[in-house]
Nanobody, 123 residues
Framework: VQLQASGGGLVQAGGSLRLSCAASGRTFSGYHMGWFRQAPGKEREFVAAINRNGGSTYYADSVKGRFTISRDNAKNTVYLQMNSLEPEDAAVYYC?????????????????WGQGTQVTVSS
């Protein structure tokens, strides 16, 4: 599966952005999906994950209550709605797909990755 992330940009603290990740290739609904992010000088970290049918989600504590992951299998797209953005949320955001029995939070379990989209939050 090929993944294309978009929707990043510059936003003021407290603002919102919605990231999208469009998939092509194999059947999108067969993959668990995740969002990860990497800030300069830091390791890539888990943000959110969603299972194949969208019925189950999981979030990092740092974004819980502010971010929402969702998917539209008819459109082969996964989304990350980010509200109440903080300067600490600034990073390159990556979507990833996992072909396995369940979604996981560790990046090494995801076989397919998008190219990343930059999110910048000004204070």
């Amino acid at each position: 599966v090929q993944l294309q992330a978009s929707g990043g940009g510059l936003v003021q603290a407290g603002g919102s952005l919605r990231l999208s990740c469009a998939a092509s290739g194999r059947t999108f609904s067969g993959y668990h999906m995740g969002w990860f992010r990497q800030a300069p000088g830091k390791e890539r970290e888990f943000v959110a994950a969603i299972n194949r049918n969208g019925g189950s989600t999981y979030y990092a504590d740092s974004v819980k209550g502010r971010f929402t992951i969702s998917r539209d299998n008819a459109k082969n797209t996964v989304y990350l709605q980010m509200n109440s953005l903080e300067p600490e949320d600034a990073a390159v955001y990556y979507c990833a797909a996992r072909d396995g029995p369940c979604y996981l939070t560790q990046d090494y379990w995801y076989q397919f990755w998008g190219q990343g989209t930059q999110v910048t939050v000004s204070s």
